[in-house]
């Protein structure tokens, strides 16, 4: 439960919310198997909605959100991926190969949502607030966005896979916007077929997870 709090004042968040909302961060999982069902009605654009509060550098909200529906362009994505994997399979040796070939590292065929997302890098919204020194600030604001949208879908029921073994020219070409746009994530989202606490990459063999203290150092 959340306390309401008085115009201005900042919310208080009991032992109850935060318990729930770490539920949601070890919830949050990568899916890669989907039902082909559409999404209920109004889903999409609430997620949409939610996500788009997120903060940005300068205030200049540099993400720009394609929905994906044309079956050409879905195909043309589907092949870039069918190469790129194919391509990132014979850099792994023969036993690491073949347990990443056995690895489903996409949901293209079953996902019924399909959503690229760009970075503009020169957003006029901004006047460049920010990221004089720091550019990247604006793709970094848009993968923010991108975590924002992951909690809101999985808070409401939906499974997003983030697919990145993908020639990003290819999907610029395939969805003909801006040559200068980056792509920073390419999402799947669908009901999920079945549902995991854990990555599938632990379950899989591929990689666990590690302590916090491996990555935290001090100066």
Request: glycine letters at 6%; aromatic letters at 8%; one cysteine or more.
């Amino acid at each position: 439960m959340t306390v309401t709090a008085p115009t201005g004042a900042p919310p208080r968040f009991d032992a109850r919310f935060r318990a729930e909302f770490e539920t949601l961060l070890r919830w949050r999982r990568d899916v890669r198997r989907f039902r082909t069902d559409p999404l209920d009605a109004g889903l999409v654009e609430e997620i949409l909605r939610l996500a788009d509060l997120s903060p940005s550098v300068g205030n200049s909200q540099p993400w720009r959100i394609v929905l994906v529906e044309s079956a050409p362009v879905r195909a043309a994505v589907q092949a870039s991926f069918e190469a790129e994997n194919a391509r990132a399979a014979e850099a792994y040796d023969s036993e690491r190969s073949a347990l990443y070939a056995r690895l489903k590292l996409a949901g293209l065929k079953e996902a019924p949502v399909q959503l690229a997302i760009f970075c503009d890098p020169d957003p006029l919204q901004g006047q460049g607030l920010g990221r004089a020194t720091m550019p990247a600030t604006l793709a970094h604001s848009v993968a923010g966005m991108v975590q924002a949208l992951w909690l809101a879908a999985r808070m409401l029921g939906v499974g997003v896979g983030w697919v990145s073994i993908l020639d990003p020219q290819a999907v610029q070409s395939a969805l003909d916007v801006p040559p200068n746009w980056q792509l920073v994530a390419y999402l799947c989202l669908g009901y999920p077929v079945e549902e995991h606490i854990d990555p599938e990459l632990e379950r899989e063999g591929w990689q666990a997870r590690t302590p916090l203290s491996t990555r935290l150092l001090s100066r």
